[in-house]
């Protein structure tokens, strides 16, 4: 069955499922107000010992932060404001006391949505989910908990809330799959903070296990296998160690290869990463840096903004794993492909052209200051952390950034370095403006072509005309490095072109100082490094900017890559 | 009684871990407190009403504290709603 990869790796085990107890709510009209009043009280008394002794568990398990969330549920159940809602409805539509709890839920949810703040709206499911709990201990006496889990089993559920996800001995499950949600939906963030492989939105999942039967969780591909034996089981497993061992062959050459040329000059490969496993994985496979970490995923792992503090643990640790080379944080990108599950945006028409990279923080207020604050508080540490500004257009973005940066860092504290990822049109157009308020520059490749050549990749009938080589994009890259070199600016790449040999090729071609990919293509970009001389580079250099087609660029650099690229890849590709 | 106009400067406003903070506090005071942001009003003691009013970091909001040590009382709620949650500051 097929689904949405939600968190990568392979799991496989029994199925537990994760089943909702029904609670027959609808039209349910009492007999007795009074006795429903009753059943509401005691409701609450049984609700709230649950949440107790759920905060008690997660302060152990999890830590002190997240219990505070669930004690807050408690106040909110416990509070004057549920029960008196709760029992006017009783007692004016004669409802009986789950009916009545749900409809009070459902009704401040609505109101929780109305709201401005991105936060508050997300709320919303959190009353619902309290409102579900409290019908549930007020229909059966009490709530179910799916207390022991068995050893290595594969948790299945509809979808997984708050607190169905805060209830989970995570320490026996191997895989996640739910029926709905996407990727940022509760059970994704949970399965990817604890690096269990999840797959979500699978149509038709609950129905079609059984519990106990065996399963194979696909995080990578997002499919659920049903049809399994222990032997395809093993076959699974086997299959990924095989892929493991390959790739722990590629690593270690890798990690003891210099990025060099054919004739000696070096060459920065840095990484695309996440955070701070993907930054210690980058390392290992020896990284020059992080020319890209994208915070969004950062963000992605909390249930909500990180705070300030949570950012500077998470931002420090990434640039202990690389320490001493440097870190470029990419402010919050979300909006359109990337969507943040507690900062809902309006629906758009056109997301792509709409609220996302740095209009989406300066719509926000506070998330742009506690990055800002954050990444500032790492600087004054004495790591090298630079600020990389995505989906600039205009010179007062960045002006706009630097200032709160002034007024944000610490007095007399050297400020973070300040770069832009040039990813629009515009930001090509008017790069000599730019150039003058950074200090670097990262090419973002892959909006640069899809803007630059008005083609959206994601749409099968236009993704042949998304061409990397294309000689507008060629021209677009060569005028930033020709502008930026002249004021004495790095640029680096840290778009798909720089992931792939061939386009790889091109870029360092047309001048870029550095390459920044994603990890397991370091291996291959360095063998491709040393197959070409600067002297060839200078020379295909040339010969793209004369080209007309992709293609034709495409043909200058594929001999290039001949025979010692070959057979580097015979033995590690 | 008294009020103060104050604009929240705490980093995470009145989210749902903060507000259950200030409403503790808020009973842990002798005196009567209502918080007001815009058209909306609340109880000090009401986490649902307080958290309905989405307050976040950079909201002006007006305090009212009326009853026995009004003023220890402002000052407190009114720190708690520039400073955070004690122990929390900026870091």
Redesign the interface.
């Known amino acids: 069955m097929k689904g949405v990869p939600a968190s990568p790796g392979l799991g496989a085990g029994a199925v537990f499922l994760l089943r909702e107890r029904e609670v027959p709510i609808a039209g349910c009209l009492s007999i007795e107000p009074e006795s429903e009043l009753d059943r509401l009280v005691k409701g609450i008394g049984i609700a709230a010992a649950y949440y107790r002794k759920l905060a008690d568990r997660i302060r152990f398990k999890v830590g002190k932060?997240d219990a505070?969330?669930f004690?807050?549920?408690l106040?909110?159940l416990t509070?004057?404001?549920?029960e008196e809602g709760v029992r006017t409805i009783i007692l004016s539509e004669e409802m009986a006391a789950e009916t009545a709890v749900m409809h009070f839920a459902e009704e401040?949810a609505e109101?929780?949505r109305q709201?401005?703040?991105d936060?508050?709206r997300q709320?919303a499911d959190?009353i619902l989910d309290i409102g579900r709990r409290l019908a549930e201990a007020i229909y059966y006496g009490s709530i179910s908990d799916p207390g022991a889990l068995p050893d290595s089993c594969v948790v299945i559920a509809e979808q997984l809330t708050p607190s169905g996800a805060a209830r989970l001995d995570t320490e026996k499950v191997v895989a996640i799959a739910t029926e709905k949600g996407g990727r940022t939906s509760h059970a994704a963030i949970l399965a990817r903070s604890l690096c269990i492989p999840c797959v979500t939105g699978v149509p038709g999942l609950v129905e079609g296990v059984r519990s106990g039967q065996l399963v194979i969780v696909d995080g990578d591909r997002g499919v659920v296998d049903t049809d399994v034996t222990e032997a395809k089981i093993e076959e699974a497993m086997l299959r990924k160690a095989r892929e493991r061992r390959t790739e722990q062959e590629r690593m270690v050459w890798s990690a003891s290869t210099e990025a060099r040329t054919a004739d000696g000059s070096s060459v920065t490969i840095a990484a695309n990463v996440g955070g701070k496993r993907d930054a210690e994985q980058a390392k290992r496979y020896g990284a020059q840096g992080v020319g890209l970490l994208r915070s969004e995923f950062i963000f992605m792992r909390y249930s909500?903004f990180p705070?300030?503090?949570q950012q500077?643990e998470e931002y420090r640790g990434v640039c202990l794993a690389v320490a001493p080379e440097h870190v470029i944080v990419r402010l919050l990108d979300c909006g359109a492909d990337k969507p943040l599950p507690y900062a809902t945006a309006p629906a758009e028409d056109n997301p792509f052209l709409g609220l996302r990279g740095i209009r989406y923080q300066r719509a926000r207020?506070?998330s742009l200051d506690?990055q800002l604050?954050a990444i500032a508080?790492v600087t004054s540490e004495g790591f090298p952390i630079k600020v990389m500004i995505p989906m600039v257009i205009s010179v007062e973005e960045v002006k706009m950034v630097r200032s709160r940066l002034k007024d944000l860092a610490p007095q007399d504290e050297t400020m973070p370095r300040i770069g832009i990822m040039v990813e629009t049109p515009a930001s090509v157009m008017t790069i000599e403006r730019l150039a003058h308020e950074i200090d670097f520059v990262s090419i973002g490749t892959n909006d640069l072509v899809q803007y630059t050549l008005a083609v959206d990749r994601g749409n099968p009938a236009v993704a042949h005309l998304y061409q990397e080589l294309h000689p507008a994009v060629l021209h677009a890259i060569d005028r930033v490095v020709k502008v930026c070199h002249e004021l004495a600016i790095p640029v680096g790449v840290c778009g798909d072109m720089a992931s792939h040999p061939e386009t790889a090729i091109a870029l360092l071609a047309l001048g870029v100082d550095e390459l920044s990919a994603s990890i397991n293509a370091i291996p291959e970009l360095k063998a491709a490094c040393a197959a070409v001389s600067r002297k060839q580079l200078g020379e295909l250099h040339g010969q793209l900017l004369s080209c007309e087609s992709a293609d034709q660029a495409r043909a200058f650099i594929t001999p290039l890559l001949a025979s010692s690229y070959r057979r580097w890849l015979e033995v590690y590709g | 009684m008294l009020e103060e106009t104050i604009i929240v400067k705490s980093e995470e406003g009145l989210h749902t871990r903060p507000a259950n903070k200030f409403v503790q506090l808020v009973r842990q005071l002798g005196c009567h407190v209502t918080i007001r942001k815009g058209e909306k009003e609340a109880p000090g003691t009401s986490l649902l009403k307080i958290m309905k009013m989405g307050v976040v970091r950079g909201d002006e909001v007006l305090l009212i504290c009326d009853g026995e040590d009004e003023e220890g009382a402002l000052d407190t709620l009114k720190r708690f709603l520039i400073e955070g949650p004690a122990g929390e500051g900026q870091s």
């Open positions: 932060e505070e969330i004690e807050g549920h106040e909110l509070g004057e404001d549920l401040t109101e929780f709201l401005e703040s936060y508050f709320r959190d909500d705070t300030v503090s500077v207020s506070g506690d604050i508080k």
